[in-house]
């Protein structure tokens, strides 16, 4: 059976308690639509009351720390998360690689935590702009994958992955329709050798500059599981578009 379209909104560092209107809105309308699957990412301080406020939709963390707990000021464990109420985490967000010196070894070690912790995992890749302009950029993605994702028993069953161009991530720009086929086709080939089978039915994301006007484009694109959203997921009217525009393409 083919999974349902996943939705999922990254509100990085933005959002205090008024932003559980948005989450409130936002499950309302996904209660409406159930062949989408909605999740957001709000910021660790609005996890709990988030999944207090809401019903239908997943919620998650945006990382977790490689350890399980200990003297690690500041940081947040994965099981923390999971007691706050996420189901799964964002691990490898390319804003992490760059700005927190995150290799492909220690997303993998947070990937293998987080499923530890009980939680699925949406891990991130994506290539720099310099890597695209040297013809790089599926070579490059192929091997974040073979370093950073998750090993253990069944962790394709609880895994997706984000594959996110470091030049589009909020910047509004995007790559062509081919240029993510390509590269959701190559990820695709590559969760093969490495789950086998289980491999086939990992969910693949598209991220990067995704709004209601390109949505349905890039969503029909062959081997694009959902969106995960950045900038458009911080109100609820833009990323229900989204939503919306991924329930259409459900029906046709
Ligand atoms: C992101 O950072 O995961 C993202 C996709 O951001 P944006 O949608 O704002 O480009």
Redesign the pocket.
Known sequence: MKSLRYIVG?W?MNGTRAMLNEARAIDRAAARLPRVQVAVAPPATLLFRTREAVEIIGVGGQDCHVEESGAYTGDVAAAMLKDAGADFTIVG???RRAMHGETDEIVKAKAETALGAGLSVIV?VGETEAERDAGNAEDVVARQLANSLPRSENAADKLSV?Y?PVW????GRVPSTEDVAAMHARIRATLVEIYGEAGGTVRILY????KAENATELLAVEEVGGA??????LSAESFLAIVGAAASLDES
């Not at 589009?168 to 910047?171: E, L, S």
């Not at 995960?228 to 997921?233: E, H, I, N, R």
Request: with cysteine.
């Open positions: 990254n990085k967000h390319s804003e991130c984000a996110e589009a991530i909020g910047t991220g990067g500059s995704v995960l959203v950045g900038g458009a997921s």
